[in-house]
């Protein structure tokens, strides 16, 4: 069948890579490639090895996240097939200008052609996994940025004053983010309901944003029923992204101890990398932040001190290490949706079929 589309994202997506490579040599090359490649021979594989190691539980950790919300909308999806979607929603978001969002329909199209479930529920146990892993992200990111601004008050409010007021400012608005969607969640509001209503009475496809109005309330639904009806799944994916975010705050923290020379990093620290890398990637221009993350880090790094050679060629590492693993997590995903399209392309209608009813149902109903 159509074959071509696919050859064309996955020409786009090595496109990007190719792209991303390039950048990063570049940074490389101004660090210094023999000295950079010195300090990842330093730091040895219990370092190199400790970044991968973070991320599979992460991986996990969402993984079961999902399965938990999938459990009270009946959803039989095999842990194995959410695991294979996060990973492919997850390769999304580094190839997308947020690492925070942009890879979630990536993860809403694979489970529903791989299992048949309505679009409109898949997205709903999604929207809902999003808006608990966000509510954790600003738990932790409001506590690092407090602890930070009061542990490096002098420095960012001194002689860095536009970065420290910049951090405030982002941490401000996560907070309003934070309040809007619990109140969301609490008051039962449809915001995105609204929103799509709003958009069909605009005349840019007035059509096609009145056909999803009905889709999109039945899926706010779904998140405010399950969110308050079955509290203990909520609250069970709730801790484990509050896990997840842990290991990615801890992760710089354990490269440096393990690296040769060890650098130890300590709660203020931790907390202004956590902050500084987070915000970075929030608003990326490159797959990854390629650039932009790592000339922030090496500023947050020579903000802390660590700008001496052999510093600046162990941060370069730490950076080259978080390239390498997300590299293999994007490979990973081009793979997984790669096979997955070309199934459904492929496949005998029955398997779909179950899917297309729903649709033209939703559709009438609408």
Not at 48 to 59: E, H, I, N
Not at 262 to 291: H, N, W, Y
Request: hydrophobic share 55%; with cysteine; aromatic share 10%.
């Amino acid at each position: 069948m159509e074959a071509e589309p696919i050859v064309r994202r996955l020409v786009k997506l090595t496109a990007l890579a190719v792209i991303s490579g390039l950048i990063l040599a570049g940074i490389v090359w101004v660090v210094g490639f023999q000295r950079t490649a010195q300090a990842v021979r330093q730091a040895g594989l219990g370092a190199f090895a400790v970044v991968g190691a973070t991320m599979l539980p992460v991986l996990l950790l969402h993984t079961g996240a999902w399965a938990a919300l999938n459990r009270p909308v009946k959803h039989k999806v095999s842990f194995r097939t959410l695991f294979e979607a996060v990973v492919v929603g997850l390769a999304g978001n580094i190839l997308t200008p947020s690492t925070h969002l942009g890879g979630e329909p990536f993860k809403v199209v694979y489970v529903g052609r791989t299992t048949g479930h309505p679009y409109h529920e898949v997205a709903g146990t999604v929207l809902l996994s999003k808006y608990l892993e966000g509510l954790s992200f600003v738990l932790f990111f409001s506590l690092s940025t407090f602890v930070a601004a009061v542990s490096f008050r002098t420095l960012l409010f001194g002689p860095h004053l536009v970065a420290g007021v910049l951090l405030l400012v982002v941490a401000a608005g996560l907070l309003g983010l934070f309040v809007v969607l619990w109140l969301s969640l609490s008051r039962r509001w449809l915001p995105l309901t609204r929103l799509v209503a709003g958009l069909a009475h605009v005349r840019l496809f007035p059509r096609f944003f009145g056909r999803l109005v009905g889709r999109t309330r039945r899926m706010e639904e779904q998140v405010s029923r399950v969110f308050w009806a079955e509290g203990g799944a909520a609250r069970l994916a709730f801790g484990a992204f509050v896990v997840g975010h842990a290991l990615v705050f801890v992760r710089p923290g354990l490269f440096f101890l393990l690296a040769r020379p060890q650098i130890a990093l300590g709660l203020r620290e931790l907390c202004l990398i956590f902050v500084a890398s987070q915000a970075l990637l929030a608003f990326q221009l490159t797959p990854s932040g390629v650039g932009m993350l790592d000339g922030g880090l090496i500023g947050t790094f020579a903000l802390l001190g660590l700008d001496g050679a052999q510093h600046a060629a162990q941060c370069m590492a730490y950076l080259l290490c978080i390239r390498f693993w997300d590299a293999l997590l994007v490979s990973a995903g081009v793979l997984l949706a790669a096979r997955v399209g070309a199934g459904i392309l492929t496949a005998k209608p029955p398997p779909t079929t179950e899917l297309l009813e729903s649709n033209a149902a939703d559709d009438e109903a609408d």
